[in-house]
């Protein structure tokens, strides 16, 4: 049980150049989360998912597009990188319990991407 | 924002208890408390939640206060591996979102 992984591990791009962050998880979670951190700063997150093939936006989406073709992996695209978009970004899932009132249970986190744009 | 207050840092001794307060005046009924911590840049990892009972696990402790508006984890023994940044985080059980709006968290450092 690997839990959830992140690949690559380390990155460092051109401005303008494209690259494309994978998830993965096997805990047969519904929700996945993709967040950003900067240096010193908490975690924000950029997109997420309840479910395979839905997708919304979270605080800063700007600069970057997800999908979830299936459960189990989350991709997070950077079309055309820039300066701005350098730091370590986390993928996260999460499950719920459904019934009278949805619950939404701990996250699990990735050990994390370190992107920088030059 | 996030709708934590804590406070920046502290510091505790290696084996005693270490706890972090924060404050979460705004909180609603349907709002649980979390506690995450992050260990030098490694992802985040859940500790503990609650509604407003106490809790606790085998790693922490969560003392909630009568009127929900603060709350205080408890790690009854403090080991150097403790040492990392501590959120504590409101989120809504009741919402479609769940994500975790993250503060910057207490910094502790656990010192031998």
């Known amino acids: 049980n690997a839990g959830v992984t992140q690949t690559p591990k380390f990155r460092v791009l051109k401005t303008g150049q494209s690259m494309t962050l994978l998830c993965a998880q096997d805990?047969?979670?519904?929700?996945m989360y993709w967040y950003r951190q900067d240096p010193g700063m908490g975690l924000r997150l950029i997109h997420y998912s309840v479910g395979e093939g839905t997708t919304a936006k979270g605080e800063v989406p700007d600069g970057y597009n997800v999908s979830r073709l299936k459960k189990q992996n989350f991709l997070l695209g950077l079309e055309s990188a820039a300066p701005s978009q350098t730091s370590v970004y986390f993928c996260a899932s999460s499950y719920t319990y459904l019934g009278p009132v949805v619950r939404i249970n701990e996250q699990f986190f990735g050990p994390g991407t370190r992107l920088t744009v030059l | 924002d996030a709708k934590t207050t804590q406070p920046t840092s502290m510091d505790c001794a290696e084996g005693r208890a270490a706890n972090l307060p924060c404050n979460h005046s705004t909180i609603s009924g349907n709002e649980y408390v979390y506690w995450y911590r992050q260990i030098h840049s490694q992802g985040p990892q859940y500790i503990i939640h609650g509604l407003k009972n106490n809790e606790t696990n085998e790693m922490a402790s969560l003392i909630i206060t009568e009127d929900r508006k603060s709350s205080t984890l408890i790690l009854p023994h403090a080991t150097l591996r403790d040492t990392a940044v501590y959120y504590c985080?409101?989120?809504?059980?009741?919402?479609?979102?769940?994500?975790?709006?993250f503060g910057k968290g207490t910094k502790l450092s656990v010192k031998p």
């Open positions: 805990m047969n979670h519904e929700y």
């Open positions: 985080i409101v989120q809504d059980y009741g919402g479609s979102q769940g994500n975790l709006i």
